[in-house]
């Protein structure tokens, strides 16, 4: 078995509702060209299927993203993945509460729970093996020892390879009603939050979030967040990606809530995808604490200011 394998491996914490991972996203771009060369330069594996673009880690079989193009960036849908005896208890779940079910989208084939959250966004829940982690992933330090070039050249630079997807950010119009909502429909749990932003894990282990949530005045997708082994990676990553033009982002630096540390690039539309290092990790046997922060303890520990426009919603 692979490390990659061995760190996502089964969990369940008993008797307890939740999804267990976050299975896939779909993304509508305008230029499915574009889209190819700036996940590929990001160190993923795409293949064509169906007119649009599947995303793949090169260690992992899953499916993590798919891209089909249309006239302007738009999230289409986000499915979580839940056990098999599982899915009557969601049903019955949606009912009580009086989430309407709806069909999947045109040409989607699913037989999973379908509906949407407050602010329209389309979820799925869906029978899917766990791809979340069951443990927290390995993290590499590594220090060369005496009388050994630690580094490669520069033309001879490795690429980045991220090992899965750790979580996605979208924006919402109201983040408590967004808490209460994804805590109630699909289970998760609230891991921080501050004020203007929130993270919530899934119950049977995950990282310190899934997915996360910040405030706007519509909805869309902030970023996405891949794994990587290293700091050296991310370091590796950031200059790859400036290399084939795409020199927007902000990093290096270090989150407070989630602890990660990251490098963030922006995509051709506004939204930007993040290399993401030793995440704080939430066993399935563990109850972590979820507590509200100040703004100021909501975004980054220690690293470079921001871009003033990092924050806006090109979707809304």
Known sequence: MTQIGRHISASRKPDVLGVHSMDHFTLQVPDLAQARHFYES?????????GGLELYTKSHPHRWGRFVEGKQKKLLHVSFGAYADDMPRFASNLEKQGIARLDPPPGVASDGIWFRDPDGALIEIAVAEKSSPGEKAPAEFISAPSNVRAMPLRDQMPTATPRRLSHILLFATDIARAIDFYTRALGLRLSDEAGVVAFLHGVHGSDHHMIAFAQSHGTGLHHISWDIPSVQDIGVGAATMAD????????????????????????????????????????????????SHTPENGFYLWGPTPPEDFAHNYEA
């Open 42 to 50: 990001f160190g993923l594996r795409i293949e064509e299927k169906d």
């Open 244 to 291: 084939c033009g795409y020199t927007r982002g902000w990093g290096f630096g270090r989150h407070v809530l989630g602890s990660n540390y990251f490098h963030y690039v922006r995509d051709p539309w506004g939204s930007y995808s993040e290399y993401s290092c030793d995440i704080d990790f939430i066993a399935a046997d563990f109850d972590w604490q979820g507590l």
